[in-house]
């Protein structure tokens, strides 16, 4: 953005942190906005309803990488056709420095009810935000409800402010959720649910928790958010049930591994829309949900009480052909209703068409490829094996490419060499041979699964030796993926793999090779816990949920207190102190200087996005500022051409794929890449300090950075961001 005074089709004004519905309906209208031609902005109002410090939340980032939509920030005006806000929270109190808005239509999408059984006091007040939106841009609202229940809400209100006649219902690409569904995903029913962890998004009587989610082998329950309150709730968990963390695996991926899609909540909770539930209909889940949802997916959804659950679930495993029709018929639903054709469409009835932007500006930022989003032709290869045949990954490699995917490779660092080129390469530190077999193992299990994560491949081919840790890699991919994963391996034993990826590559692969399919083995059940003391006081409170949120909250304050008086006394006994939660393998880090115990001095992790740098000469400069100083041990996160010399200089290093390589290959996103890259380093690594070299580091005050930061005993970063 440059210049004061900036214009948009559409300027959108919510809160970005908020981790659930409210951003997710919020990316899926910026997308279907961006695909009509409209450009979008977005104005951030933080809610008081988020009290923490947060940062964005990632599929608001996303977008913004992407170049779908632009930040507003330093303007002093901005005109828009329509001003769209959403969630009335926002408007409580508005923040200084926000810029002068003129706006044509002013829409507020009201996705949360004033009250509701949960609350002390009311989320909002309606004459109240009336009045703040008027002060930002000169006039009122048009509220609307996103469904029947907060339009119900508001008719009291219907003489202070103005309601749209019809609901503003979320959207969904429904091409992107939908999937092919030939049969149950189990030889046992698959429930399962997905939802923020909040105590509110649970039933609180347990006998509901277990009938709607049934304590019995003969089911399995699938859990993506969290199982924290139904733990506290019942007092265990269940064996057959299966937990997934909050945003730990996409969600559609997660709605793909279940058939039905089971959605009850606490009795106090009014659901304003119930948008999982869209995206459970999306993917073809046959949802079972309360009967108040009726108005909004009529036929497409079962309804009733949780008792009811078993029920239902039982009469069409036993059926099929009942069940596939079911499925389609919430696929259709949502194409009909709640497509972006739908979005685009009233849309147009509201400012009419796009207008013309300047040359390139219709799209805010850079240009997305039209195939960028899509992954079914992407195949990540992992090479495992601890073997030097150094034959097999260039013929994988070669096969894959001649298929017409596009491939990223991850494999030791000593077989990078071998590699064709067009691929994007990411390499194993050289160190891991070095760690016992547990140590290698957890490594490679968690970093398979994150570059399934980052990079979303429809394909993940694993070069396997058989050893341990690739035995664990494969079946975490398998499992976090839920995606097609194929072994490339030398047992006779392990059957083999078809289809037209796994041919191609057979028909490549030196003779003994072999191609077999991975299956996916249940992930670890979550263990049963007996409560701690400070549970069960909470669980003697009154049965008053804001109080006893603020107990959970106050146990979570207690903890991190404690924690932080262990960082301040850990020089004091000579201990180090870390969140063991966050890294499953910390890699040594290696010091080439003058110091009686150099494993004390901090890590400097270096991180290098300036492709045109040498890294001979760059390399030499860092370790003569660490001898010189004596004051930090360097580890390097960059591309793998930095590889050889690093090692060969044994140094502690970590790879990248390069921004040209990646815009090459998926066209955007390598924003978000590099920011899970530096993450998954600092965990590998462990460093108090991080610095990003793009030029020459005498140049850019890389060293003075790292001179500096090295007398930092806690655990702390520093960043000096790229130009």
Known sequence: MTGTHVAYDILMVTDCRFPGGNTSSVVEEIHAQHRAGYRTGILHVPSPILGAARPFARKIRDVL?????ELVVGAEQVDT??????????????PEGLPVVRADEVLLAVNQVPTDERGVEPYYDVPHVQRQIERLVGTGATWAPIGPRTRE????????????????????????????????????????????????????????????????PGYEVRILGGTDIPAERLGYLPANWVDYPFNSIPAREFLGSIDFFVYFHHTGLVEAFGRVVLEALAAGAVAIVPGYLEPLFGDACLYGTPRDVRGYVDRLYDDWDAFAARSAAGVELAERRFSYDTHVRRLAELIGPPAEHPTGAAAVGPQVPAAASQTSDRVLVADLRRETDHAVAPATLKAIQETGATCTVAVPAWHA????????????????????????????????????????????????????????????????????????HRDPTAGTASGQLAEAIAASLPEGWGVAPVTATAPPRAASTKP??????????????????????????????????????????????????????????????????PQRLPVALVVVTGESLEPAATIRELLQRQQ?????????????????EASAQRLAIETLVPESTWQSLHGHGWSGYLRRRVHEACLSFGPHTVVFADRPVGESGVLE????????????TLYRRPR
């Not at 990488?65 to 939509?69: F, I, K, R």
């Not at 490594?443 to 398979?448: D, E, G, H």
């Not at 010189?628 to 050889?644: D, K, M, Q, V």
Request: net charge neutral.
């Open 65 to 69: 990488d992407a170049g779908l939509a």
């Open 81 to 94: 056709k329509l001003l769209l806000a959403r969630h009335p929270s926002v408007f409580t109190e508005l």
């Open 153 to 216: 809400a508001l008719l009291e209100y219907q003489d202070s402010v103005p309601l749209l006649p019809w609901d503003w219902e979320n959207v969904i690409d429904v091409a992107q959720w939908r999937i092919a569904r030939e049969g149950f995903v189990a030889d046992r029913p698959v429930l399962g649910r997905h939802s923020r962890g909040h105590w509110s998004k649970w039933p609180e009587d347990p006998a509901d928790i277990l009938a709607a989610y049934p304590d019995d």
């Open 417 to 488: 060499r071998y590699l064709p080129s067009g691929v994007a390469v990411e390499t194993f530190p050289r160190v891991l041979d070095s760690l016992a077999e547990d140590e290698r193992r957890r490594y490679l299990a968690t970093r398979l699964g994150d570059m399934v994560a980052t990079h979303g491949p429809a394909h993940v081919v694993v070069l396997d030796d058989g050893s341990a840790g690739a035995a664990a890699a494969r079946l975490a991919a398998a499992e976090r993926s839920r995606l097609d994963v194929l072994r490339v």
């Open 532 to 597: 701690s003391r400070l549970q069960r006081l909470i669980d003697r409170l009154p049965e008053s949920w804001h109080l006893h949120t603020r107990a959970r909250r106050k146990a979570w304050t207690l903890r991190r207190e404690h924690l932080n008086r262990e960082i301040d006394n850990a020089a004091d006994i000579d201990a180090v102190v870390f969140e063991a939660t966050d890294a499953e393998v910390s890699l040594p880090v290696p010091a080439r200087v003058t110091h009686p115990m």
């Open 628 to 644: 010189i100083t004596s004051g930090f041990r360097l580890a390097l996160l960059a591309p793998p051409r930095w590889e050889p």
């Open 705 to 716: 950075v790292l001179e500096a930061a090295r007398t930092r005993r806690r655990m702390e």
